[in-house]
């Protein structure tokens, strides 16, 4: 079976442009996650959606991110306007829906702003 | 806020020895826990889920959780050069216990 696929697999851009990052979940799981993870503050959780609807973007850095779940089988995490601090390796995972279910990581997309 | 402390080492063993990697955490409330290792570059993948007080063993790996003392901790037996990479504790944020709030990790190095 695949694993969770992210897109794309590195990303340089400048500051002030638009980034959207991809993910297809484990076909299957209900719960699908976004990390993000820094040296300075590890893996940090941005938000995560439940049968495609977000449950909890408390660690949404600020306005210019966004996320959107439109269907099972896809999830896009935006980033407008970007700025050199996004700098980072964000992470989607999902997992089947329920309570301790272990999450599944994609390979990250590893993103420069610069 | 949840917290999940662990010491970022790097944690230095010969291969052959025994490798005890520790977390505390904050909340009495926390039911499960999770081990993940991360080797450089790559996603974190998940090795252990213990959920009971006491030992779980998987092959090499241990884990042993201690909740009056708020710790859990990972035992890799018989380490091997392989093993070395950072391994991360987690335990689930959330009253849904979907989410988790990740360690910073602690990096092991296994000497040859």
């Known amino acids: 079976d695949a694993g969770v696929i992210q897109s794309p697999r590195h990303e340089v851009t400048e500051m002030g442009q638009e980034v959207t990052l991809r993910c297809k979940p484990i076909?299957?799981?209900?719960?699908l996650f976004w990390y993000r993870q820094t040296m300075m503050r590890g893996l940090e959780l941005l938000i995560y959606?439940?049968?495609?609807?977000?449950?909890?973007d408390s660690g949404m850095p600020e306005d210019r991110f966004s996320a959107k779940m439109p269907n099972a089988s896809f999830s896009t995490l935006k980033i407008q306007p970007s700025e050199p601090r996004d700098s980072a390796v964000y992470f989607c995972?999902?997992?089947?829906?329920?309570?301790?279910?272990?999450?599944?990581f994609g390979d990250g997309t590893r993103l420069s702003i610069l | 806020q949840k917290e999940v402390e662990q010491n970022s080492g790097p944690l230095s063993v010969p291969e052959g020895a025994i490798a005890s990697l520790n977390c505390t955490y904050s909340?009495?409330?926390?039911?499960?826990f999770f081990w993940y290792r991360q080797y450089s570059g790559k996603s974190p993948e998940l090795i252990m889920f213990i959920y009971s007080n006491g030992d779980k063993e998987d092959g090499r790996f241990t884990a042993q959780l201690n909740k009056a003392s708020q710790y859990v901790s990972l035992l890799i037996r018989d380490s091997q050069p392989s093993d070395s990479a950072t391994y991360l504790c987690a335990v689930p944020t959330d009253t849904g216990r979907r989410a988790l709030t990740f360690g910073s990790g602690t990096r092991l190095q296994v000497q040859p």
């Open positions: 076909s299957g799981h209900n719960s």
């Open positions: 909340d009495r409330g926390s039911q499960s």
């Open positions: 995972a999902s997992s089947l829906s329920g309570e301790d279910q272990p999450q599944h």
């Open positions: 959606f439940n049968n495609n609807v977000p449950i909890d």
